[in-house]
Structure formats: C-alpha cells, structure tokens
C-alpha cells in the first residue's frame, strides 16, 4: 500500500516543543520528507531524511525515523506563532520514479 | 536553493474555457515535473508524472485528455485543464525533481507556489 497517515490537528503554546507524528506502510520508501504550508500558498520543503537514517537534526527541527515501526516525527524546538501551518508528511521511493505519497497534514497552532 | 515558479498564481475562467497552467523550474533541469491538485482543507493528490520530452503518466482516475499535459524543456512542463467545469476548481501545484547530474541532487522535488483556478 501507499499510505501515509497523519493526525490532523496540533495545538501548542509559543515557546514549547511540537512534535508532529506520522506513519507509513510502504516498507521500500526511499526518502522521507516534511513539507510546511502556509495559508494560500504553494509547500515548502522543510526537511528530509533518507530511509537508511535514525534521526536528523536542522536547527529547531529534529526528524526521527523508526523504520522497524514506519513512524517518523518532527520537532520543532522553540515554536513560534509564525510555526503556524500545515506539515505534511510524504515519502517516495526511487523504484516509483520519485513519485511523492502525502499524508492528510497536520494542522499546527501555536497560541501566543 | 532551487525554485520552482508557476503562472498565473491565480486565474478565473467561465465553464467550458480551457486554462493553461505553466511551471517552470528557474535555475536547474528537471528530467521530472509532477502536477498535483489540492481541495481545500485536503492534502496534495498526484494526477501525473511529466517527464521530457515523453508521454505523461496519468494516475488512476485522472482523465488524460482533459488534463492536458507537456513536457516540452528540460524547464517547462505545462497543465491545460480542457473544457473547464466548476469541479475542476482547485489548488494547482507542480513540483520538479532535480536531474541526477545538477548540483541539486537527483532525489528532491521543488514545488511550485501553486496556481488557484476558479471556474464560473
């Protein structure tokens, strides 16, 4: 299968941690990617992991990857107001061409 | 880092028209260009997979000959939505992968802002 599934709301008081949870079914995914999408707009690559990683670190984001149980997470440390968006979970295998499966999204509010 | 634009942002079109929707990657070659479509308050869904100068790959429910797909530039691919109804309505996004030889790196996409079609 091609699933990705994700819950869909998250909501956060500025300056805690986030963490948004995600999981997969198909075992051969190659690349494992978090998308932000602001309101109206086009997504922005946030960051990306390859399957054969346990975690990587960017600044506020954390990504960590448990392959045995498919599930990836992503942290931002420190979140701000301006954190508030759409993040998508996708990943694709180089098998599929690259071909990108998302998840639903997961909504984040950050209250001031 | 890379980008990816797309024109219009935004277009407005009266039932039976058809609409154009360019994407174009700016400063890298893109062997793979994908066209999704969003609704609202949904995630993306892929309709095809453009790759130069050959045929779309269409995903299973996407009707090919109303989506009108090319490929024509290692930096252009084009979406015609033919004979546009109101349910075509939607968020237009494109992304572009990275050739394997460009500095880019041939495992990333980069999307496009997105083209908002509004069909009266």
């Known amino acids: 299968g091609e699933d990705v599934e994700q819950s869909l709301f998250l909501s956060v008081r500025e300056g805690d941690s986030s963490v948004i949870n995600c999981t997969y079914t198909?075992?051969?995914?190659?690349?494992l990617y978090w998308y932000k999408q602001e309101p109206g707009a086009g997504l922005q690559l946030l960051t990306y992991?390859?399957?054969?990683?346990d975690m990587k670190q960017d600044q506020r984001l954390t990504v960590l990857l448990n392959k045995k149980d498919k599930h990836l997470s992503l942290r931002i440390a420190d979140t701000q107001t301006g954190d508030s968006a759409i993040y998508f979970c996708?990943?694709?295998?180089?098998?599929?061409?690259?071909?990108?499966?998302f998840g639903a999204g997961t909504r984040l509010f950050v209250k001031a | 880092g890379a980008v990816v634009s797309q024109h219009p942002s935004w277009v407005i079109c009266k039932s039976g028209t058809s609409v154009k929707i360019e994407c174009r990657s700016l400063d890298f070659q893109a062997t793979t260009m994908f066209w999704y479509r969003q609704f609202p308050k949904q995630s993306l869904m892929l309709m095809a997979t453009s790759n130069e100068g050959s045929k779309a790959t269409y995903e299973q429910g996407v009707e090919k000959d109303k989506f009108l797909i090319n490929h024509a530039s290692l930096t252009l691919s084009t979406l015609t939505v033919t004979s546009a109804h109101p349910e075509d309505s939607s968020f237009y996004i494109c992304?572009?992968?990275?050739?394997?030889?460009?500095?880019?790196?041939?495992?990333?996409?980069?999307f496009g802002p997105g083209t908002r079609l509004t069909v009266l």
């Open positions: 992304s572009a992968r990275a050739s394997g030889t460009s500095r880019m790196g041939s495992d990333t996409q980069y």
């Open positions: 198909d075992s051969s995914s190659t690349y």
């Open positions: 992991i390859f399957s054969n990683m």
């Open positions: 996708a990943e694709s295998r180089a098998a599929g061409g690259f071909k990108t499966i």
